[in-house]
């Protein structure tokens, strides 16, 4: 399907692509957080793995997809308000369903990821979390902020970069919390997984199945 290159005075320079199905029907959207590594000016490096990958290469799918770009030394935490922005600006420019917004990370974006949806747990129907930590900075009472929203962690286990057992000790607390979290550990995968995680049929059919039953603005 076509991906195309989106430049935004507002928010960030981000990647998009439509669904084919009939405008007038409302479609969930999947937002992407990239990792460190593809941070810059060009948005064409996001294209070249993971979920940008998978889009890029499929045919068209069921939900809208857009993936924001960081410039270098940035991170997602501290663009926090221009991710809001554009997630903004996507619903009220394209027949996107407000219930049904999933956001996902890569390792970086894992952490903006954690960080964005704890901060606004009403805006999400889903959080997808690869390769990455959640922010020191979040507390236990902005961790509980995430008992509506289901979860999907993934995690290689020869990442060098993530001891599984912090992401045990996040799911156990998010369990206690009354979060509903599912782990899955690659066994033979080590930190750069995306390719085979957001290929998964499984995973996809989770991205388009997750709905808010209320949308509420936070």
């Given at each position: 399907m076509t991906v195309e290159h989106r430049l935004n005075t507002s928010t960030l320079p981000y990647l998009f692509s439509s669904v084919s199905a009939d405008v007038n029907q409302p479609?969930?959207?999947?937002?992407?957080?990239?990792?460190?590594?593809?941070?810059?000016?060009?948005?064409?490096?996001?294209?070249?793995?993971?979920?940008?990958?998978f889009v890029d290469e499929s045919s068209p799918l069921p939900y809208v997809f857009a993936a924001p770009q960081l410039p270098e030394g940035q991170t997602w935490v501290e663009r926090e308000s221009n991710v809001i922005a554009l997630l903004d600006n996507l619903i009220a420019s394209q027949p996107i369903d407000p219930s049904h917004i999933i956001l996902s990370g890569f390792s970086l974006g894992t952490a903006g990821a954690w960080h964005i949806a704890a901060s606004h747990p009403g805006r999400f129907a889903g959080l997808v979390a690869v390769s990455g930590r959640v922010p020191k900075t979040l507390e236990e009472t902005q961790l509980a902020a995430l008992k509506e929203i289901p979860i999907q962690i993934f995690q290689g286990g020869k990442d060098e970069k993530?001891?599984?057992?912090?992401?045990?000790?996040?799911?156990?607390?998010?369990?206690?919390?009354?979060?509903?979290?599912?782990?899955t550990?690659?066994?033979?995968?080590?930190?750069?997984?995306?390719?085979?995680?957001?290929?998964?049929?499984?995973?996809?059919?989770?991205?388009?199945?997750?709905?808010?039953?209320?949308?509420?603005?936070?």
């Open positions: 479609a969930p959207l999947v937002l992407f957080l990239h990792g460190a590594r593809d941070r810059g000016t060009d948005l064409n490096v996001l294209l070249k793995w993971g979920l940008p990958r993530l001891p599984i057992e912090d992401t045990e000790q996040i799911v156990t607390t998010l369990r206690r919390l009354g979060g509903t979290v599912d782990f550990v690659l066994p033979e995968g080590d930190h750069f997984i995306a390719d085979e995680v957001y290929s998964d049929p499984k995973l996809q059919q989770w991205l388009i199945s997750q709905n808010r039953h209320v949308s509420v603005s936070v």
